[in-house]
C-alpha cells in the first residue's frame, strides 16, 4: 500500500481526481466491492491531505480541483438519487466523500462557505440515517455542528444596528439547522443503543421547539418511529418513554394531527396493557380512552375491548357495549372485526363470540367479506365441540355453494381443510359413521372441475378405511375403485384394495394389488405400505400373500433394518413350511444370498462394528449352517449353504468362534466339490470342481495359520453329521477320528491328493503328497488306506499301483504295531496288497508274482503268530484260493516248482479254516500230492 503521509499535495489530489473520476463516470460498472475499495481508498488519501492553504503556491494551485471534485461527487450523488441508479448506501458514501473533500477547502472563513458546509454535512447524515449507518452519520453531524458554530460567531462579530433584523433572520435559520443536527444526533445515538444520549438529544431538541414549533411534527415522528421499534424489539419499558415523548411533544405544540396522536395513544396503551396487564390496566384504559376521544378508529376500540377482556371481573353489558362499538365503526373491516371476535374465543366468552358473529354477518353479508365470516363461525363451532350448530352452517354453506355463488379458493381450502380435520378427530375415536358424514359434506365441496384430482383420490381412500372399519366391503371397494379413478398411481389406493381383497378372501385380487402397489415407485411411503400389506397377510393367515408382500419389501425398500426384518419373515415362513412339505430351498437360497449383499454393503459403508447389523449377520449365518446341516443328501446345496455360512461369518469380528466356524465351511465346501465332481459326467465341470477344491483347501490352510496364532485357539471337533459328510466323500474310514486330536490337515491332505490324482497330476506331485503323509505327526492307517483307494479308484498305471502299494505297506505297518490289532482293516491290507501286485502280470514266470507270494507269506505268518483265530475265515479262504489257484496256473504251464510253493502256501492257510476246511481239504490233498510227483519227477529227470 502507497504511503501517503509521504506524498506531496499535488501528488495526492491527482490521486483523488483519478478516483473521483472513476467513481463518477463508470460508477455503474462497477462492482459492489470494487466500489467500496475506491470509496475506502479516497478517504484514506483525503485523510491525509492538509487543509489548502492558499499562502501557499503549491496549494492555491490545488484549492481549485479539491473544490471541484467535492462539487463533482455530490452531483453525482443528487443524480443517482434522482435516478436509482445506485444503492442508497453508495449515494450516502458519495455525499460522504463530497463533505470531506469540502471541508479540506482553504481561504478565509466567510458566511457562504460556512453555510454550504453545514448544508452538506446535515444532508450526508441524512443519508447515512436512511441507510441505516448511524455511526458514519455522527461523523458528518460533528462536521455540521463545526460549521454553524463558525457562522453563527461570524454573525455575532459582524452585527451592528443597521443589519440588525439580516442578523437575526440568519441566527435564526443556523439554530433551525442546530436542532435538526440535535434530532439527527438522537436518531443516530438511537441508532447504535444509546438510549441515554438519545434521549438527552431529543431533549435539547424540544428544549428549541418553542422558536420552531413547525419541527414538532418531525420530533414526535421521531420519538414514534423510536418507540415502534422498542415495542417491536419487547423493550416495552423504552417503549412507553419513546411514546410518550413523541404524545408530549406533539400535545405542547399542537403541530400534531390529532389522528397521529391517536394512533401513538394506541400503541401506548398497548405497551401498557403487554407490559403489565395488572398494574398498568387502569393507565391503558384511560390512555386508549383519550385516543377514542381524539380520533375514533376500529383499533382503539379493539384494543378497548381487549382490555376490557384482560380486567379480572368484566361487566358483561360494558363488555357487549365495547364489542358492539367496535364492529359498527364506519371504518371496520371484516379482518378486524374477526380479529376482535377471535379476541373473545380466546377469552372464553362464547356470548360474546356468537353475538359478534351476528352482528357482523349483518354488516358484510351481501359482500365477499361474508365467506371469511362463515368460514370463521364453522371453524369455531368445531372447536368448541357445538358439531350440530357447525353442520347446520356447513349446510348452509354447501346450498349456498350450489346456487352458483363464487367462493375464492383460498375459502374452499380452507372449509375442506375444516372437515377433514374434523373427520379425522372422529376417526381417531372410531365414530365411523360420524366421520363418514364430514367427509361427504367435503364431497359435497367438489364443484365436478376436478377430475383427476389428488384431494378427490385421498377423500375417497379415506370413506374407504372407514367402509373397513364398519366391515362394509361393498361400500369400501366401490370407494377405491373411485379413488383409483382420481389417483391410479398413489400407493395408498393400491394398499386399501390390498386391504379389501384380503378381507373379502380374494387371493388373486389381492396379489394384483400388491404388484400394483410395488409398482409405485415414486411413493415415498410405498416401503411402508408393503411392510402394512405384510402385516395384514400374517394377521389374516394367507401365507401365500405374505410371502409375496415381503418379496416385493425386499426388492424396493431402501431401509436396511426393514429390508432384513422382511428377509427374516420369509426365512421363517419358508422354514415353517419345510416342517410341513418339500422345503423350496432355491428361495432360501436366494433370501440368503440377498441377506449377505445387503450385509456386505453396510459392512463395506463402515457400519460394521454396529451392535444391531452384528446380531443380524449372526442370525443369518446360523440360518445357512442349520440349513447346510439339512442339505447332507444333497452335495450341491450342502455346497451352496456352506459357501454362504462362511461368506456371511466372515463379515463378522475375526474372533475365534468365527475363524473356526469358517475352517469348517471351507472342510465341508472341499468336501462337497469331490463329491459333486465324482458325480457329474461333464469333463469340464469336474475340472471345474475339483480345481474349486483345492483353492478352497489353499484357503483353508491360510485359515489354520491364523487359528493357530490365536491364543484362545484349542482343539475343536466337527459336528457328527459334518464328519460322517467327510467320510462320505473322500472313502475315509469312521475310525480317522481319534479323541483328542485335530484331524484337520489331515483331512485336507486327503482332498489335495484325492483332487490332483483326478486332475491326473505327475506322480512326482502326488508321491510329494504321500512323502509328507507319511511323515505326518498324527498319520493313521486310515489315512493311507485312503490314499491307496483314491490310487486305485481313479488311476490303473503301474506307478499308481505303486504308489497304493506304498500306502498300504505303510498302512499295514500302522497296524501291525499298534497296541490292539483290528484283524478285519488288517485282512483287507493284506487282500489288497496281494491283489494289486497280481494286477497286470499274465505272464507264466514265477518272478512276476513273487511280490505277492511274499505278502501272502506275511499274511500267513500273521495268522499263525498273532491272528489267535480272530482273522476273518472268509478272508482266509481268499488268501488261499488265490494262492492255490496261482499255483494250478504254473502247473499248467510246468513251473512245477513255482507251483509247488504257492499249492503249499494254499495248503497253510487251509490248517486254518475251521467249518470250510472240510470242503477244501480232500481235493487239495490229492491234487497237491500229483503236484508234488511232478516235481520229483522234474527234480530226477534234471539229475539224469
Not at 820 to 834: A, E, P, Y
Amino acid at each position: 500500500m502507497m504511503d501517503y503521509g509521504d506524498t506531496s499535495i499535488l501528488s495526492t489530489v491527482s490521486q483523488i481526481q483519478a478516483l473521483t473520476k472513476e467513481l463518477v463516470k463508470a460508477k455503474e460498472e462497477l462492482d459492489k466491492e470494487r466500489f467500496s475499495h475506491v470509496v475506502n481508498k479516497l478517504l484514506q488519501l483525503i485523510e491525509t491531505l492538509p487543509a489548502v492553504d492558499l499562502s501557499l503556491v503549491e496549494h492555491r494551485a490545488v484549492e481549485p480541483l479539491v473544490q471541484s471534485c467535492a462539487v463533482n461527487l455530490w452531483n453525482e450523488a443528487v443524480t443517482s438519487k434522482n435516478e436509482g441508479t445506485v444503492l442508497v448506501d453508495q449515494t450516502a458514501a458519495l455525499r460522504h466523500l463530497a463533505c470531506k473533500l469540502l471541508f479540506r477547502e482553504g481561504g478565509p472563513i466567510v458566511a457562504e462557505k460556512c453555510k454550504k458546509q453545514a448544508m452538506v454535512a446535515l444532508k450526508s447524515a441524512r443519508a447515512w440515517l436512511d441507510c441505516g449507518n448511524p455511526s458514519m452519520a455522527e461523523e458528518t453531524l460533528g462536521l455540521s455542528e463545526k460549521a454553524l458554530g463558525k457562522l453563527l460567531a461570524l454573525l455575532v462579530d459582524s452585527s451592528n444596528e443597521s443589519d440588525k433584523a439580516d442578523v437575526s433572520y440568519d441566527k435564526s435559520c443556523i439554530e433551525k439547522d442546530m436542532l435538526k443536527v440535535l434530532a439527527y444526533k438522537a436518531e443516530s445515538a438511537f441508532g447504535q443503543q444509546q438510549f441515554e444520549n438519545a434521549s438527552r438529544h431529543l431533549q435539547a431538541s424540544r428544549e428549541m421547539l418553542v422558536k420552531f414549533p413547525e419541527e414538532a411534527a418531525y420530533l414526535s415522528m421521531l420519538s414514534y418511529n423510536c418507540g415502534v421499534e422498542r415495542y417491536n424489539g419487547g423493550r416495552l419499558q423504552e417503549a412507553v418513554y419513546w411514546l410518550r415523548q413523541s404524545y408530549e411533544i406533539g400535545k405542547e405544540q399542537h403541530a400534531v394531527s390529532a389522528r397521529h396522536q391517536a394512533r401513538t395513544l394506541r400503541l401506548l396503551s398497548s405497551a401498557y396493557i403487554d407490559w403489565d396487564p395488572e398494574k398498568y390496566h387502569d393507565l391503558a384504559a384511560n390512555t386508549v380512552a383519550l385516543a377514542n376521544a381524539d380520533c375514533s378508529h376500529p383499533a382503539g376500540l379493539y384494543l378497548k375491548l381487549r382490555i376490557l377482556l384482560c380486567a379480572a371481573e368484566d361487566d358483561e353489558t360494558t363488555t357487549q357495549a365495547a364489542l358492539r362499538d367496535c364492529l359498527h365503526h364506519p371504518e371496520l373491516t371484516a379482518e378486524l372485526g374477526l380479529t376482535a371476535i377471535d379476541l373473545c374465543v380466546k377469552n372464553s366468552r362464547h356470548n360474546l363470540v356468537m353475538s359478534g358473529l351476528r352482528q357482523l354477518m349483518e354488516r358484510f353479508e351481501e359482500k365477499t367479506e361474508a365467506d371469511s365470516i362463515r368460514l370463521f363461525h364453522l371453524k369455531y363451532l368445531l372447536h368448541s365441540c357445538h358439531l350440530a350448530e357447525a353442520e347446520t352452517l356447513v349446510n348452509q354453506i354447501i346450498e349456498r355453494r350450489s346456487t352458483r355463488h363464487r367462493f375464492a379458493d383460498s375459502i374452499v381450502k380452507q372449509l375442506q381443510s375444516l372437515l377433514w380435520e374434523q373427520a379425522s378427530s372422529s376417526f381417531e375415536v372410531k365414530q365411523y359413521e360420524e366421520c363418514l358424514r364430514w367427509y361427504s359434506y367435503a364431497l359435497r365441496l367438489f364443484d365436478g372441475s376436478e377430475n383427476g384430482s389428488e384431494d378427490l383420490g385421498k377423500l375417497f381412500r379415506n370413506r374407504c378405511a372407514c367402509f373397513c372399519a364398519l366391515k362394509q366391503l361393498d361400500q369400501a371397494k366401490q370407494a377405491v375403485e373411485q379413488a383409483k379413478k382420481h389417483d391410479p398411481l398413489n400407493a395408498y389406493t393400491c394398499y386399501m384394495q390390498f386391504k379389501i381383497a384380503i378381507l373379502q378372501e380374494n387371493v388373486v385380487y389381492a396379489l394384483q394389488a400388491l404388484e400394483d402397489l410395488c409398482l409405485c415407485k415414486n411413493d415415498n411411503d410405498m416401503q411402508d405400505l408393503i411392510s402394512l400389506a405384510a402385516q395384514l397377510a400374517f394377521e389374516t393367515n394367507s401365507k401365500d400373500v405374505a410371502l409375496t408382500a415381503l418379496e416385493g419389501l425386499v426388492v424396493h425398500s431402501t431401509k436396511p433394518q426393514q429390508i432384513f426384518i422382511a428377509l427374516r419373515c420369509l426365512l421363517r415362513l419358508r422354514l415353517a413350511v419345510q416342517a410341513q412339505t418339500r422345503p423350496d430351498v432355491d428361495k432360501i437360497l436366494s433370501y440368503l444370498e440377498t441377506a449377505h449383499a445387503h450385509l456386505r454393503k453396510r459392512c463395506l459403508e463402515g457400519e460394521g462394528g454396529d451392535a444391531y447389523l452384528r446380531s443380524e449377520i449372526d442370525w443369518f449365518t446360523k440360518v445357512a449352517w442349520n440349513m447346510g446341516l439339512q442339505s447332507e443328501s444333497d452335495e450341491l446345496q450342502l455346497l451352496q449353504f456352506f459357501t454362504l455360512c462362511r461368506e456371511l461369518s466372515s463379515l463378522s469380528s475375526p474372533d475365534t468362534k468365527n475363524l473356526l466356524r469358517q475352517k469348517t465351511c471351507l472342510i465341508v465346501s472341499s468336501a462337497a466339490c469331490l463329491q459333486i465332481a465324482k458325480e457329474t459326467n461333464s469333463p469340464e465341470a469336474r475340472q471345474d470342481r475339483l480345481q474349486e477344491a483345492l483353492e478352497l483347501i489353499k484357503q483353508c490352510r491360510t485359515l489354520c495359520k491364523e487359528l493357530n496364532s490365536c491364543s484362545d485357539y484349542g482343539k475343536t471337533f466337527l459336528p457328527e453329521i459334518i464328519f460322517r459328510h467327510l467320510l462320505n466323500a473322500c472313502l475315509i474310514e469312521e475310525n480317522i477320528v481319534i479323541a483328542g486330536k485335530d484331524k484337520t490337515s489331515l483331512l485336507l491332505l486327503l482332498y489335495e491328493f484325492e483332487a490332483k490324482t483326478r486332475l491326473g497330476a505327475s506322480i512326482s506331485e502326488l508321491s510329494d503328497l504321500l512323502e509328507k503323509a507319511l511323515v505326518f505327526p498324527s498319520a493313521d492307517s486310515s489315512m493311507f488306506e485312503t490314499i491307496a483307494a483314491v490310487c486305485m479308484e481313479w488311476a490303473v498305471t503301474k506307478e499308481h499301483r505303486q504308489l497304493a502299494t506304498r500306502a498300504l505297506r505303510a498302512a499295514l505297518h500302522k497296524h501291525l504295531n499298534a497296541d490292539t490289532l483290528q484283524h478285519q482293516r488288517i485282512s483287507r491290507d493284506f487282500h489288497s496288497l496281494v491283489q494289486i501286485s497280481l494286477m497286470g502280470k499274465h505272464s507264466g514266470e514265477p518272478e512276476d508274482k513273487a511280490e505277492a507270494l511274499h505278502y501272502l507269506k506275511q499274511a500267513a505268518d500273521f495268522i499263525d503268530t498273532r491272528a489267535q483265530e480272530k482273522y476273518p475265515e472268509i478272508e482266509v479262504v481268499w488268501l488261499m484260493t488265490k494262492a492255490w489257484n496261482t499255483g494250478i496256473y504254473f502247473y499248467s504251464y510246468g513251473k512245477y516248482d513255482a507251483s509247488g510253493q504257492w499249492c503249499e502256501m494254499g495248503l497253510r492257510l487251509l490248517k486254518h479254516l475251521s467249518t470250510l476246511r472240510d470242503n477244501y481239504e480232500t481235493q487239495m490233498s490229492s491234487a497237491y500230492s500229483e503236484i508234488l510227483s511232478k516235481v520229483e519227477a522234474s527234480k530226477s529227470h534234471l539229475e539224469e
